[in-house]
Structure formats: structure tokens, C-alpha cells
Nanobody, 128 residues
């Protein structure tokens, strides 16, 4: 069983930055990629970014390209999401998720329905 714990959320002004962390523990061999997803009030959960555990190849949703950067530290079993130039529409609960079967031709997929393991979420609020 794999456990995921997110941290780093908070309140930030528009244009500001935050860094989220996702620490994996337990059966840490049971995933090929970790993804970040978010869910705003009244909206469906959407994929934000994911990273191939072995190669570090990232994938980003169009809404965050150029603003967010995902990275990994395999020695710490931790994935980071650096969020810059934050906007009010980035406000959401952010979840990390992992699975062993979400990489296709080296690229991780951002479909949230295919990830097995999920963290509890961390709130990100962008407001002045």
C-alpha cells in the first residue's frame, strides 16, 4: 500500500508563488508516476501536472504551462509542484496521486480516473 501526504498549501496573493510537496511512503515501488490534480468548489477535479518517476519527464495541463514546474527527488520519494504567477482561478484543493500504470510511451497521463493512490489534499487560495 502506498501513502501520499501533501503539504505546502496556503493563502497567497495573485502573482505570488507556492511550492507543494507530495511525500510517498509505504510500498514506494508501486508507482511509475505521480500527478497533481486540483478541484475548485463546484467544479470537477482536473489534472494539473504529472511526472515520470524514472525519467523525470513532465506533463502539464495547458492552464498551467509556463507557470508551474513539477520535479521529483527519488531518494526522498517526494514530488514537488512549484507554482508561480498564481491567479485567482488556481484556487482549489490540490491532490497528489500515484499509480504504476499511467505512463504511455514515456509520458504520464493526466486523467484522474486512472490513478489508484491519493493524498488527502492541501488547500491553495489565491486572493488579495
Amino acid at each position: 500500500q502506498l501513502q501520499l501526504v501533501e503539504s505546502g498549501g496556503g493563502l497567497v496573493q495573485p502573482g505570488g508563488s507556492l511550492r507543494l510537496s507530495c511525500a510517498a511512503s509505504g510500498s514506494t515501488l508501486d508507482y511509475s508516476a505521480i500527478g497533481w490534480f486540483r478541484q475548485a468548489p463546484g467544479k470537477e477535479r482536473e489534472g494539473v501536472s504529472c511526472i515520470n518517476r524514472r525519467t523525470g519527464r513532465p506533463n502539464y495541463a495547458d492552464a498551467v504551462k509556463g507557470r508551474f514546474t513539477i520535479s521529483r527527488d527519488n531518494a526522498k520519494n517526494t514530488v514537488y509542484l512549484e507554482m508561480n504567477s498564481l491567479k485567482a482561478e488556481d484556487t482549489a484543493v490540490y491532490y497528489c496521486a500515484a499509480d504504476r500504470s499511467v505512463v504511455t510511451f514515456g509520458l504520464c497521463r493526466l486523467s484522474n480516473g486512472i490513478y489508484t493512490y491519493w493524498g488527502q489534499g492541501t488547500q491553495v487560495t489565491v486572493s488579495s
